[in-house]
């Protein structure tokens, strides 16, 4: 069952066309990866889908659904329906997700009060499960402020906050880059697994190619503002087509072959 279905996108900042007849296609349980150089519009596309686009960008012609439901014509409160219970993101500042004043806990329980009318022992009770679900210490950290958790526990925090309340769709822009690789594929090898618990679609925003491999089963290639090439993972890596997948996937640096010059794209 199709989740997400972009249709024809564009979005312009007055005459200058940012993202050109974007189409995309997220099935219930797909993790589709969408990758490509910095500038190429892949945050600006995943940021429209959430009606979080800037107020200086538009979007000028085509449609965003998930499921029945045109997220695109959506007024500014409808949108208090989606994001968070419908539609889910976890950004790659994940210093930036958390009020920097307000305990992990507090920040749990305002947005769980906003969608469920659970009392606040229940609201805490969900909390601490989705906390412990993600390895944290669930009970000082629901405690604890943002500036007394390591890089590694917000972003599991983020995790356990964007899959609470069991979305259809999460958008992962990035969530990896700032942390180092080792953190980095334990917080992915979390989120498959919270992903696998609740079947939900996952577009995947990244640069590297190794985790596009072994987490994502759909991918799609974006340059300059349009998808060059999309299918699934496996075959769009060992058959590329356009160019410039061709390209990003000789760039991938070798271990065994350290002494030649890395692809210039």
């Given at each position: 069952m199709s989740v997400l279905t972009i249709s024809n996108l564009t979005i312009k900042h007055r005459e200058e066309t940012l993202v050109q007849n974007i189409r995309l296609s997220i099935n219930e349980g797909d993790w589709l990866a969408l990758v490509g150089e910095s500038g190429s519009g892949k945050?600006?596309?995943?940021?429209?889908?959430?009606?979080?686009?800037?107020?200086?960008?538009?979007?000028?012609?085509?449609?965003?659904?998930?499921?029945?439901?045109?997220?695109?014509?959506?007024?500014?409160?409808?949108?208090?329906?989606?994001r968070g219970k419908a539609i889910s993101y976890i950004?790659?500042?994940?210093?930036?997700?958390?009020?920097?004043?307000?305990?992990?806990?507090?920040?749990?329980?305002?947005?769980?009060?906003?969608?469920?009318?659970?009392?606040?022992?229940?609201?805490?009770?969900?909390?601490?499960?989705?906390?412990n679900n993600v390895n944290l210490p669930a009970e000082r950290v629901y405690k604890s402020y943002p500036f007394q958790l390591s890089g590694g526990q917000l972003q599991r925090a983020a995790i356990a906050m964007a899959t609470i309340l069991k979305p259809k769709l999460l958008i992962a822009d990035e969530p990896t880059t700032a942390l180092d690789s080792i953190t980095a594929a334990h917080v992915?090898?979390?989120?498959?697994?919270?992903?696998?618990q609740t079947n939900c679609a996952v577009l995947f925003i990244t640069h590297d190619l190794r985790h596009v491999r072994k987490f994502a089963n759909k991918m799609a290639v974006m340059r300059k503002g349009e998808i060059v090439e999309s299918g699934m993972t496996t075959a769009v890596l060992k058959h590329p087509k356009h160019a410039y997948t061709k390209a990003l996937i000789a760039a991938i640096p070798s271990l065994k072959q350290t002494k030649e010059r890395l692809v210039t794209i």
């Open positions: 945050s600006v596309t995943s940021s429209s889908i959430g009606g979080l686009l800037p107020r200086e960008l538009i979007i000028s012609s085509g449609s965003i659904h998930l499921g029945g439901v045109n997220l695109s014509s959506l007024k500014e409160k409808e949108w208090r329906t989606y950004f790659q500042d994940y210093q930036g997700a958390f009020t920097p004043f307000m305990s992990i806990g507090a920040q749990f329980d305002e947005m769980l009060k906003t969608h469920l009318n659970d009392s606040k022992q229940l609201r805490k009770s969900r909390a601490l499960e989705c906390l992915l090898q979390l989120l498959a697994e919270q992903q696998k």
